[in-house]
């Protein structure tokens, strides 16, 4: 599973979380080493305000955006964890034990891939006839 892809509804608030803590506590540095000088301290006190008011959106968002998409509840047979993994998941990362496994989407494509396909050609059509 590639580091950058999140298939858990845990691991989709995680990442989201960090990010906005990240960017918040990047902007209150910021702020703070404005406010330490008496000429910048206006523009800093501002920037103060913005982290704080960044660092709640993204934890409101940490909350809402993960329920925009459809889960299936999966047990991991390793450590019966229970995890709600998103339907086109093809492997996650359980988040009980870190195990790889096969997510409902690996089952789908499965299935579609198995699907039987016609002839695409003349020629192929002419020998599926027997002609």
Known sequence: MPKTA???RKQIRDQIMEVGTWVAA???????GLSITVVLMPAGMGLIV???FVGTVGWVASLLVPGFFRYQTMQCPYCHE???VRLT???YGCDGCGRKLRGA???RRGKE???PRGPKTRLAQKVKQGA
């Open 82 to 84: 229970i995890n709600q």
């Open 50 to 52: 913005l982290g704080a």
């Open 89 to 91: 998941a093809v492997e």
């Open 113 to 115: 891939s198995r699907q």
């Open 105 to 107: 989407g690996f089952w």
């Open 26 to 32: 990047a902007i209150l540095g910021v702020g703070v």
């Open 6 to 8: 999140f298939f858990t």
